[in-house]
Antibody, heavy 122, light 109 residues
Framework: QVQLVQSGAEVKKPGASVKVSCKASGYTFTGYYMHWVRQAPGQGLEWMGRINPNSGGTNYAQKFQGRVTMTRDTSISTAYMELSRLRSDDTAVYYC???????????????WGQGTLVTVSS | DIQMTQSPSSVSASVGDRVTITCRAS??????LAWYQQKPGKAPKLLIYAASSLQSGVPSRFSGSGSGTDFTLTISSLQPEDFATYYCQQANSFPPPITFGQGTRLEIK
């Protein structure tokens, strides 16, 4: 069965960076795009960007350009999202989510990780 | 960015009721729309994609309709496990970013 297992909660100071991992199993990792979505406490969902695990190609939401880096390690079927220059309003649960389409991209998210809470506080 | 506006923001209903949630896009998105269900402390779950296609494993009491700018999610007969927050999401990738509605909280009356 498809599973996305994310790394544990993080507490960071303003200005620091955080790197969240998402380990995939139960399917061919390089066959499906991976997206990252975040959710601030009590708020809605915000798409951050996506990575093609096959090529490593990325596309980021403009809001995060220059601060976010999405990478992958195909040898261990793991995607990563690193966010730098953290601010208090980056406090959120960060999710990885698999694109529904095999070999392409549809921007429908059929499997999600369990979420990683990142708290930014001095 | 394409703005997605859901209504109502919250709704109270009883088990067995029929409930409809609407979502409006700020510009036409054809049928590039998904609906998700989220329960407290859990990740969202895909219910409907391409405006009206039911995701595998999702009960048939859920249905979606619409195209262009106006969309609806209907739950034909509410079950206790359906009380949750529902989000629409546009998947019209050009231009990015992908955007979500603000959510509709479905509560027990």
């Amino acid at each position: 069965q498809v599973q996305l297992v994310q790394s544990g909660a993080e507490v960071k100071k303003p200005g620091a960076s955080v790197k969240v991992s998402c380990k995939a199993s139960g399917y061919t990792f390089t066959g499906y795009y991976m997206h990252w979505v975040r959710q601030a406490p009590g708020q809605g969902l915000e798409w951050m960007g996506r990575i093609n695990p096959n090529s490593g190609g990325t596309n980021y939401a403009q809001k995060f350009q220059g601060r976010v880096t999405m990478t992958r390690d195909t040898s261990i079927s793991t995607a990563y999202m690193e966010l730098s220059r953290l601010r208090s309003d980056d406090t959120a649960v960060y999710y990885c989510a698999r694109d529904r389409r095999s070999g392409g991209i549809l921007y429908y998210f059929d499997y999600w990780g369990q979420g990683t809470l990142v708290t930014v506080s001095s | 960015d394409i703005q997605m506006t859901q209504s109502p923001s919250s709704v109270s209903a009883s088990v067995g009721d029929r409930v409809t949630i609407t979502c409006r896009a700020s510009q036409g998105i054809s049928s590039w729309l998904a609906w998700y269900q989220q329960k407290p402390g859990k990740a969202p779950k895909l219910l409907i994609y391409a405006a009206s296609s039911l995701q595998s494993g999702v009960p048939s009491r859920f249905s979606g309709s619409g195209s262009g700018t106006d969309f609806t999610l209907t739950i034909s007969s509410l079950q206790p496990e359906d009380f949750a927050t529902y989000y629409c999401q546009q998947a019209n990738s050009f231009p990015p970013p992908i955007t979500f509605g603000q959510g509709t909280r479905l509560e027990i009356k």
